[in-house]
């Protein structure tokens, strides 16, 4: 905005040094001219006054019973208006419990996400049928967005106000998340209209006349006033959660065949998290280790019971050899090793089990998801990749499809200097079932069109990415701890290193400047060969002339005699004063004699006479 300030003062003071010759102009070119200043400042101030980029997080929460939960809004800041009271929120329609947070950017981090989920746990409590029976257990479900899963401090208050916490598969939100149904729907459409009423009574309820982060608290507020009960029992009773109407899996997935058949349209990569798959995941480091080391590892873990504490580091490292960096990935090796022994003695690339009977049977029933689609396709194949044209057949298949996917006008590129005539034309030229085959094709994107599915990686707590589970259960928190443990070990190894450095390298210092009057006075006398000193006196020279400090302990290609040597000659050659005025002050501090010596000496010659 201050760029647009500046720049519509830099237009006008422009177009103002043209003033003295539009004078000279007729009146209506002068009305014009002013005219055009005058618009350009309405616009000018019309982009000012109602530009806005706020935005806010809203925290949404209901129940299969119709109940509107706590509401949770993120706004960016640190100062919260005093106006806004949870107090406000509850007196306008919110259900309690709900509250605003300040961020540092109105979206959720993990911080936000602690504080969200203390507002949460107070507000469920506060919910109709949970207050009158704080004993019962509730079960709260969650998308996979990073912070619901890895924020410890978060799932132990769930667990300690009787909280279960599910995670949804990834991906599967449109079919098995109860808000993106009718709730969601409804939210944008009661979105879009309160933001239109607000920015007409904008000028009126802000002296700025633009619409704040604040002012988007009414429209939150709005949206769940909107929200009927049985917009949220409808939604989970579409995605199949409400235990009143709610049929079996196997019912269901045939309810939702739709979404399993586009998902059919994923490259498949045959992965079933068996044993031997979940082994075939883990870091290359422990592939490569003998399944003797592998259960000196796991000996060494159990020892600790289970616990990463820096002694158990220290000793993976020297008796495995595993760097610190690699300490996670071991960690989760061993998750797995414990969970299913049989992976130990597993080689570097461990043999997929079979398919169980079922679900081969299942997948023979499985309809191909190209049935019927073979015009579309460049070369007709069954379930099984079996090709289904061959010879002609497919060569006048190829004809038409080409003549389904370019243009009418198209005879071949200029560079292949082909002879075409009319009866080649007539050929290739498309008939108006291919005109209209192609733009089917057109708008389905292709043929044969797949995506490659993302692959599957193992968390560091040891579970796949994606996938459904309850993250506050006993087995997750447990892992979590674990991997907290680790991170304080490690940084905890990492202080004491660079600890343990900087104490050696003070050492190394002063065990070097000590021997530095010693190395002048043999330099000295050696007519100043580098040669006849030690590689201890050369590094003592050029720590104290030039701050060079190098370890004579230290051996291999940069610490032999002779580099030693040579960096002491090339020190002197670029600087030879400060090594010069170093041996001065030492042999003037020999030569002078001690007061205290002085001293005894007179009282030594008085006594005498």
């Known amino acids: 905005m201050d760029l647009q300030i500046r720049e519509s003062t830099k237009r006008i003071s422009t177009v103002g040094k043209l003033r003295s010759y539009i004078l000279y102009c007729p009146s209506y070119i002068y009305i014009l001219y002013y005219l055009i200043i005058c618009l350009k400042l309405l616009y000018l101030s019309l982009q000012f006054f109602y530009y806005s980029r706020a935005s806010i997080t809203i925290v949404r929460t209901g129940t299969v019973g119709g109940t509107t939960g706590p509401t949770i809004i993120l706004l960016k800041g640190e100062k919260k208006n005093p106006i806004y009271t949870d ?3 509850v007196k306008h329609g919110m259900a309690p419990g709900s509250t605003i947070i300040m961020t540092e950017n109105a979206y959720m981090t993990d911080n936000a996400w602690i504080a969200v989920t203390k507002a949460l746990m107070k507000g469920y409590r506060e919910m109709p049928f ?8 509730m079960f709260e479900f969650l998308d996979g967005f990073g912070s619901h899963e890895r924020v410890l401090e978060a799932h132990q208050m769930c667990r300690d106000a009787n909280v279960d916490s599910g995670k949804e598969e990834s991906n599967t939100s449109h079919a098995s998340q109860a808000y993106d149904q009718f709730v969601a729907k409804n939210d944008k459409k009661i979105q879009s209209e309160t933001l239109s009423s607000l920015r007409r009574i904008t000028t009126i309820d802000n002296k700025a006349g633009r619409i704040d982060q604040w002012s988007l608290v009414h429209a939150a507020i709005a949206i769940v006033k909107q929200a009927t009960p049985s917009m949220w029992t409808a939604s989970f009773q579409k995605v199949n959660l409400d235990p009143r109407t709610r049929i079996d899996f196997l019912p269901w997935c045939t309810k939702i065949s739709a979404f399993l058949q586009a998902g059919s349209t994923m490259k498949p990569e045959k992965f079933e998290f068996s044993p031997a798959q979940k082994h075939n995941l883990l870091p290359a480091f422990w592939h490569a280790m003998a399944p003797a080391e592998r259960e000196i590892a796991i000996a060494i873990v159990t020892k600790y019971n289970d616990e990463y504490t820096v002694d158990c580091l220290t000793e993976l490292k020297t008796e495995c050899l595993i760097p610190y960096a690699d300490m996670s990935g071991l960690r989760v090796s061993v998750i797995i090793a414990k969970d299913h022994p049989e992976v130990v003695q597993f080689g570097v690339n461990a043999t997929v089990a079979t398919e169980c009977p079922e679900m081969v049977k ?6 191909d998801i190209n049935e019927g689609l073979d015009c579309y396709r460049l070369n007709p194949t069954t379930k099984d990749g079996t ?6 057949e497919l060569f006048d298949h190829m004809i038409s499809l080409r003549n389904r996917k370019v243009k ?3 005879a071949g590129n200029n560079w292949l200097d082909l002879a075409i005539g009319d009866r080649q ?9 291919d005109l209209r085959y192609g733009q089917i094709m057109k708008d389905a994107t292709g043929e044969g069109v797949t995506k490659k599915i993302a692959k599957r990686k193992l968390n560091n707590l040891g579970f796949a990415h994606g996938h459904c589970c309850i993250v506050n259960s006993d087995e997750n928190m447990k892992r979590m701890k674990q991997d907290l443990q680790l991170a304080d070990s490690i940084a905890e190894i990492k202080r ?6 900087s104490q050696k390298k003070e050492e190394l210092q002063e065990s070097t400047r000590l021997k530095a009057p010693a190395a002048v006075k043999k330099f000295e006398e050696s007519k100043r060969d580098a040669s006849k000193l030690t590689k201890a006196e050369i590094s003592a020279l050029l720590f104290v002339c030039y701050g060079t400090i190098m370890d004579p302990k230290k051996s291999g290609s940069g610490f032999k005699k002779g580099d030693f040597v040579t960096k002491l000659k090339d020190a002197l050659e670029c600087d030879i004063l400060k090594y010069t005025r170093y041996a001065e002050a030492e042999a003037t501090k ?5 007061e205290n010596e002085i001293e005894e000496a007179a009282i030594g010659n008085i006594a005498t006479l």
């Not at 949970?130 to 257990?137: G, V």
């Not at 090709?387 to 002609?392: A, D, S, T, V």
């Open 496 to 501: 004491l290193e660079t600890f343990n450095a």
């Open 362 to 367: 299942a997948a023979s029933k499985e309809v």
């Open 387 to 392: 090709q289904k044209l061959r010879g002609n």
């Open 590 to 594: 020999n030569n002078a004699q001690p």
């Open 425 to 433: 034309f007539e050929c290739i030229s498309p008939s108006e079932r």
């Open 408 to 410: 009418p006008e198209y």
């Open 130 to 137: 949970a207050k009158e029976n704080p004993h019962w257990n």
């Open 87 to 89: 107090e406000f929120l």
